[in-house]
């Protein structure tokens, strides 16, 4: 295995951390201030204004505009903080709408798909391509075409970064965003140190806000710093993941391109309440729509679970000491059954939950997750044979489906299980959200 190298000397690889047969060229595709962006398909009376889409319960800002983060609102900043310049500056502020979100997310992968079967999604707004079976000189022409695809299809800016490694397409992306270009490439030599060069050590993706001070006091203080350093080092240094990267910003692609290489091992769901929550059956109504969404996820993934975990929390700034309760329960057979899974999930919080807080939030996190129909070792005693337990699973698989094909055709929660709750008190307030344009009848636009 050969490792590519613009500038420096590297000694022989000590550590098989890279695997082979990766793509050679990689593009990053990336929604520009996505939620914002998301908001101005459907509102362009929002363009060229400062908008800051806020968390759940109004909290604070989770996404901003070029024209918010120019008034120097960070992100995460509390609606508090910046409550004096919204009237000043006509800031708009919006409650997150994450269903409108992730459906224009989902339109927006799947043209993608038009382009390309080599795809990973890394989140909802960001995808990698492949490019290697692209010509050099036709992948920015390749990538301009993709760019206002999605724009024209979905309404959607992006920009790309095109670049030989994952790590090197994140800071392309990150200059093209900085000097308002749609598509930036760097794959030379004297392209990859330049780029380095002007790349700050705390935007280095995998680095985060606490390593970077550590690294900065021994003197690397730019991307091209780090890249100078031997892999062995880093290793020692950071980790396993730190001399992936020194890898990754030497040229060399060591970070799983797809799910097939990397397959994700579990999945949380968790959510603030509207209102501060004290009684048990309030919070397991949260928990229970918790679990429910996390059995959706879980079948469209056709994935199953051996293990959920459930945490209940109080308010981290509040005037009470904090508390964290923390409950596990297991399944005699892995699955992605709602109705198991709540039961599970009612279990489990019967163990994380304490009289006498007032809890702030909630979540479910199923763990060990294995992929549907894959062979599994049962618990001794459980009745595999027993054809009513096996009539039962069949219902219930039945079952799932028929109430997930009614959500996706008529909308979400149109048929929902009552353990959540009829008049529940933990949803958050949301008095600022748009309407779910694309996912509900009701709340389609209306061009007059």
Not at 78 to 98: E, G, M
Not at 216 to 242: C, H, N, S, V
Not at 293 to 298: A, F, S
């Amino acid at each position: 295995m050969k490792c590519l190298l613009a500038f420096g000397v590297l000694s022989p690889m000590s550590f098989t951390v890279c695997a082979a047969n990766r793509p050679t060229t990689f593009a990053l595709i990336d929604g520009n201030n996505f939620f914002v962006s998301c908001e101005r398909v459907f509102n362009p009376y929002l363009n060229h204004k400062p908008v800051i889409v806020l968390s759940g319960n109004d909290g604070c800002a989770i996404a901003r505009s070029n024209e918010a983060k120019a008034l120097n609102i960070a992100m995460s900043a509390a609606l508090h903080t910046f409550s004096h310049l919204v009237k000043q500056h006509d800031i708009q502020l919006l409650s997150c709408n994450f269903e409108l979100y992730s459906d224009l997310s989902t339109r927006m992968m799947k043209v993608l798909q038009t382009f390309t079967a080599n795809i990973d999604i890394s989140s909802i707004d960001e995808a990698f391509l492949d490019l290697s079976s692209i010509p050099n000189i036709d992948q920015e022409n390749f990538a301009q075409t993709i760019h206002k695809t999605i724009f024209k299809c979905i309404g959607i800016p992006v920009t790309i970064g095109i670049a030989p490694t994952k790590t090197l397409t994140k800071i392309a992306n990150r200059i093209a965003k900085k000097t308002q270009t749609s598509v930036k490439s760097i794959q030379t030599p004297h392209e990859i140190e330049s780029a380095l060069k002007q790349t700050d050590i705390s935007a280095v993706w995998g680095i985060g806000r606490a390593l970077a001070p550590k690294l900065k006091e021994i003197g690397l203080y730019t991307a091209f710093d780090l890249a100078q350093k031997d892999p062995r080092w880093a290793r020692k240094m950071i980790g396993i993941m730190g001399e992936r990267l020194v890898r990754e910003l030497q040229g060399t692609s060591c970070i799983a391109f797809n799910a097939d290489e990397d397959d994700k091992k579990s999945i949380q769901v968790t959510r603030s309440f509207g209102v501060k929550l004290t009684e048990f059956n309030d919070i397991a109504e949260a928990i229970s729509l918790h679990a429910t969404r996390l059995g959706e996820q879980l079948r469209a993934k056709k994935l199953i679970t051996p293990t959920i975990s459930v945490f209940c929390r109080t308010s981290p700034f509040g005037n009470s000491p904090y508390f964290k309760g923390i409950g596990v329960t297991g399944f005699d057979t892995p699955t992605n059954d709602t109705q198991l899974l709540i039961k599970g999930a009612i279990k489990a919080l019967s163990q994380a939950y304490q009289l006498g807080h007032s809890f702030q939030s909630a979540g479910v996190h199923a763990m060990g997750l294995l992929q549907e129909g894959q062979v599994i070792q049962k618990i001794l005693f459980t009745p595999s044979n027993d054809l009513s337990s096996k009539e039962k699973n069949k219902r219930s698989r039945s079952l799932n489906e028929a109430i997930d094909i009614i959500n996706k055709r008529t909308g979400k929660d149109t048929v929902f299980w009552a353990s959540s709750g009829i008049n529940p008190k933990h949803v958050p307030h949301q008095g600022k959200r748009s309407n779910r344009y694309t996912t509900r009848w009701d709340e389609l636009k209306i061009v007059i």
